[in-house]
Structures are given as C-alpha cells and as structure tokens.
C-alpha cells in the first residue's frame, strides 16, 4: 500500500546521523518493536569529534551496548559543523551493526553515510531560552 509506514516485528538497528541547530549527532536506533542485545557499531575508520580531540569511533557506547530497547534511540554528540569540517574530517562514513535478536539470531547492516551533505546546510543558531 502506497504510503504505508513499514512494521518492524523484530529488532531492526541503524547508525543515523542528525543536524541539530549546527551539531552533528550520531543516533544508534532500534526501529523494531522487539529489543536489541549485544549491540556493536564498527566503523570503517576512525572518527574524531569534540573539536578533533576524541575518538568518537571509541567510545564504549558503540564497542558495548548490551540492550537497547523497542523504538529507543541514543543521540551522540559527534561536533560542531564548523570544527567538523574545518579539520578536513574524512566525511564519509561507513560503519557495521551488528545485534542479536531477542531469540539469540545474529544480524548485520552496513550503513553508508556521506557527512559532506550537511557541510553547508543552512542554520539558524538560537540560544534555547529565546
């Protein structure tokens, strides 16, 4: 049926990026209705942020995510748009999940992302009190 929005009966993971008034977020989702286990993102290459200062692709949150729950969400800070690609910052990235079922069945999804389609992505920096 034109339109109609995929169900997801078991656990389905992704690495989604978002913008959010200038700062790029990396985003591990469950999309099913059912949890995740032993969740682990692979990334092709390391992938610094806060500045250039941190490996991103170290932290424990994607070595080690033990359960994520039905249509959960983690947003991870990745950097500022201007410090991103001001550092010439490898923008393509591509990663490997991979998760098991509640039923103990492995699964993979490679995720390819070109970052270089926000790099002049217009925003509007407004403090959250305004």
Same mark, same amino acid.
């Given at each position: 049926?034109?339109?109609?929005?995929?169900?997801?009966?078991?656990?389905?993971?992704?690495?989604?990026?978002?913008?959010d008034?200038?700062?790029?977020?990396?985003?591990?989702?469950?999309?099913?209705?059912?949890?995740?286990?032993?969740?682990?993102?692979?990334?092709n290459?390391?992938?610094?942020?806060?500045?250039?200062?941190?490996?991103?692709?170290?932290?424990?949150?994607? #070595?080690?995510?033990?359960?994520?729950?039905? /249509? %959960?969400? !983690? $947003?991870?800070? *990745?950097?500022?748009?201007?410090? @991103?690609?001001?550092?010439?910052?490898?923008?393509?990235?591509?990663?490997?999940?991979?998760? #098991?079922?509640?039923?103990?069945?492995?699964? /993979? %999804?490679? !995720? $390819?992302?070109? *970052?270089?389609?926000?790099?002049? @992505?217009?925003?509007?920096?407004?403090?959250?009190?305004?």
């Amino acid at each position: 049926m034109p339109g109609a929005v995929a169900e997801h009966h078991d656990s389905d993971v992704i690495l989604d990026v978002e913008l959010d008034r200038g700062l790029i977020f990396l985003v591990v989702q469950n999309l099913g209705d059912l949890p995740a286990h032993s969740v682990r993102v692979r990334f092709n290459q390391p992938l610094h942020g806060l500045g250039g200062g941190r490996r991103i692709d170290r932290l424990q949150i994607f #070595r080690r995510l033990e359960f994520l729950g039905p /249509r %959960r969400g !983690i $947003r991870v800070f *990745l950097d500022r748009t201007a410090l @991103f690609f001001g550092r010439d910052e490898p923008a393509e990235l591509e990663v490997t999940v991979t998760w #098991r079922t509640d039923r103990g069945e492995r699964r /993979r %999804r490679e !995720i $390819r992302h070109d *970052l270089a389609a926000y790099r002049d @992505f217009p925003y509007l920096e407004v403090p959250d009190d305004a």
